[in-house]
């Protein structure tokens, strides 16, 4: 069993630290969305695994609290951002940033952001500052890059299944791969495990996204947090999509394409036409069967590791599966 009291422990430890944040006073406008949005919540995933990895080297957590929290900043900041580019009306089932206020505010809150998770990462003890910023900076670009791609994806009539899986690497998974390899750097850890945390966290992160993708068609509607079937509504250009646009016969090719080109439709209709091809050419088999090899593959990287203390290595391995096995 997970260790349910010290994961609690490390929870709570990093949401006092987050609340005590002063990002700024006036003018208010500039800085009360930044509060705003941190407050909104969020599962936290990424500086609890920058503290689960420096967990498995150190014991003493607390001492970096900042940078782990950095990172919670910069994952924001590149939420209220994204918002603007996709007109987002909620996050986190709240107005958004800039429909609460206004994309402008929203651009300038988000840039501040940026400052301060650059700030917060400057209390890494020196020794360790030059190649913990390099790292993030190499993440930071990436990041922007995936958007890009993802942006570009939405004005093409394909995308092949490598470029689909490169543009979530980037947008989604490397930053996963950081906020792990952020904990091992600063504790010191080996080189080959630093390098094994940052791959385990990109095939994580990659599996996460495509479990994403069969979510969205395939969830409980009861358990899951959002409109089941949107991403087939909005012809985003998933892994499912993708792959069944490369299986498809002349007729289902046909049914999909007329779809995908449909301006005025029944949703419901569309959604479930669409899902009835997906079975037909068992996309969702194929789905599970790549999203289950970035996670075997990550867990084996983290199987690679050498740590002293068991309890410390299981309770990431067990934070990790409880998310890999989420249902919403």
């Not at 009306?89 to 206020?101: A, C, D, F």
């Not at 985003?236 to 999909?256: N, V, W």
Request: proline share 2%.
């Amino acid at each position: 069993m997970i260790n349910e009291k010290l994961l609690r422990e490390i929870q709570k430890d990093l949401e006092n630290h987050i609340e005590k944040l002063n990002f700024g006073g006036q003018p208010e406008e500039l800085y009360e969305p930044i509060s705003y949005l941190m407050e909104l919540g969020g599962k936290r995933i990424r500086p609890l695994l920058t503290l689960l990895a420096y967990r498995l080297y150190r014991d003493d957590y607390k001492e970096v609290l900042t940078p782990a929290v950095a990172v919670e900043v910069f994952h924001n900041f590149t939420l209220m951002h994204d918002d603007i580019m996709d007109n987002a009306p909620l996050r986190r089932g709240e107005p958004t940033v800039h429909k609460k206020w206004n994309a402008n505010t929203a651009i300038l809150s988000g840039d501040v952001m940026l400052v301060k998770a650059y700030e917060m990462l400057l209390e890494i003890q020196e020794d360790k500052l030059a190649v913990c910023l390099a790292r993030f900076n190499r993440t930071a670009a990436e990041v922007c890059e995936g958007q890009q791609f993802d942006m570009n994806f939405e004005n093409r009539e394909k995308v092949s299944e490598e470029e689909y899986l490169n543009m979530i690497r980037l947008k989604t998974a490397v930053l996963l791969g950081f906020s792990l390899q952020l904990g091992a750097l600063l504790a010191g850890a080996p080189a080959g495990d630093s390098e094994r945390l940052y791959d385990f966290g990109v095939n994580i992160g990659i599996g996460f996204q495509l479990k994403d993708d069969l979510l969205d068609v395939y969830a409980d509607k009861s358990k899951f947090g959002k409109q089941v079937g949107g991403d087939i509504l909005s012809n985003k250009k998933t892994y499912l999509l993708i792959k069944a646009l490369e299986a498809a016969e002349d007729g289902q090719a046909r049914e999909l394409n007329h779809w995908l080109r449909s301006k005025n439709f029944d949703p419901e209709e569309k959604v479930g036409t669409v899902t009835r091809i997906y079975d037909q050419l068992n996309i969702k088999k194929l789905t599970e069967q790549k999203m289950k090899s970035y996670f075997d593959s990550g867990f084996d990287q983290l199987a690679a590791l050498n740590i002293k203390n068991a309890e410390n290595l299981k309770l990431l391995w067990r934070f990790t599966h409880n998310l890999v096995n989420r249902e919403k």
